[in-house]
């Protein structure tokens, strides 16, 4: 059975939601490529990619992670991110 698209985008707060949701039901520790992914797959969504952005900031300005490759935005999830995601 296929999966409807959203059709309202996504608020900050359903933003915030899907990625931790998603980033904490990923396998542990998150591979490598994984987050980019769940990025994706947010914006497939319907979560606006200004506020998954916006997300990936505050949780780096949070400490919960740290950015590994800038150009694909992928991450590692840091001591304190692993208490908050986990």
């Known amino acids: 059975m ?6 309202i985008p996504a608020t900050r707060e359903e ?11 990923a396998p ?3 591979p490598a490529g994984r987050f980019p992914l769940l990025m994706r797959q947010a914006e ?15 949780w780096l300005n949070y400490g919960y992670c740290r950015l590994i490759d800038p ?3 992928d991450i590692e999830i840091t001591p304190e991110g692993r208490l908050f995601f986990y």
Request: glycine share 2%; aromatic share 8%.
């Open 71 to 73: 150009i694909t935005q």
């Open 28 to 30: 542990r520790p998150l």
């Open 44 to 58: 497939a969504e319907g979560c606006p990619h200004d506020f998954v952005m916006d997300v990936l900031d505050e």
């Open 15 to 25: 933003t915030r939601d899907w990625l931790y949701k998603s980033v904490r039901s």
């Open 2 to 7: 296929a999966r409807k698209k959203r059709v």
